[in-house]
């Protein structure tokens, strides 16, 4: 894989110094953009929240000129013109010193239309505040997830003590009815692009969701920036009845086709 760092393409693996705290702590931040064919999808929104996490915590970046060095990355993997994975990756490596950005870029294939998502209720946990960032110390959503898909399920859903329901390891969350939508609120959760693209094109309202409430919702669907909008059936022992059409309504604008 060809990546792009300190102003210049590199191929193979990237170094990092040991005592460095994003080595030794996963100290950073990261975005997963999708790169529609023709371009990175709603890029403003992802650097947006990049940079809020890096002044809320007082971190200095250099400065990128992310849409030339993205198309350069993509290009340089051959992946201009089909769906790919592109990572803006901000480690944490020396106190001292501007935080060095990286750029990759993977392919992507994207879920076949008619697919849809079973999750695993994950046990209550308590989420601090770093879970409004996406920093790279992101280890209980890989453990949960892992665990999901040991039993084979897609992902898991992150619950806090009084099994408040927050969001996905790796989407947003969304319930409705097909007409009424609403996003669970409760703890701490990570500001998703994608969720505030469908507050443009949907009624959504905040509310608390309890995973004994799940029930009261025919549809239940993720959110994020490489699948858009999908239809989940299940979570834990709930099912949900799936809603594709209100998937294919919204995905053109969230997905830039």
């Given at each position: 894989m060809i990546h792009w760092r300190a102003g210049a393409l590199h191929e193979g693996g990237v170094r990092l110094d040991i005592g460095s705290p994003a080595f030794r702590y996963g100290a950073g931040f990261f975005e997963t953009i999708l790169w529609n064919g023709q371009?990175?999808?709603?890029?403003?929104?992802?650097?947006?929240?990049?940079q809020a996490s890096l002044d809320h915590f007082g971190l200095v970046a250099e400065p990128v000129d992310y849409?030339?060095?993205?198309?350069?990355?993509?290009?340089?993997?051959?992946?201009?013109?089909r769906l790919a994975r592109v990572n803006i990756i901000v480690p944490l490596e020396d106190e001292d010193a501007a935080m060095a950005p990286l750029v990759t870029a993977a392919p992507y294939d994207p879920p076949a239309p008619d697919r849809t998502y079973s999750l695993r209720l994950a046990p209550p946990a308590t989420l601090g505040s770093l879970s409004l960032h996406k920093s790279m110390n992101y280890m209980l959503c890989y453990l949960e997830r892992r665990a999901a898909r040991a039993l084979g399920q897609d992902d898991a859903v992150l619950t806090q003590p009084g099994g408040i329901v927050t969001e996905a390891t790796t989407a947003a969350l969304l319930f409705g009815d097909g007409d009424c939508f609403c996003t669970p609120t409760g703890g701490c959760r990570l500001p998703s692009t994608t969720l505030a693209a469908v507050r443009e094109l949907l009624p959504v309202r905040d509310c608390t969701v309890r995973a004994g409430e799940l029930r009261a919702?025919?549809?239940?669907?993720?959110?994020n920036s490489l699948q858009g909008m999908r239809p989940v059936t299940f979570i834990g022992s709930h099912?949900?009845?799936?809603?594709?059409?209100t998937c294919e309504r919204c995905n053109p604008a969230l997905l830039g086709d």
């Open positions: 371009g990175p999808s709603r890029l403003d929104a992802h650097l947006a929240r990049l849409p030339a060095v993205i198309a350069e990355v993509v290009r340089a993997n051959g992946l201009a013109e919702f025919r549809h239940a669907y993720m959110l099912a949900f009845t799936p809603d594709f059409a």
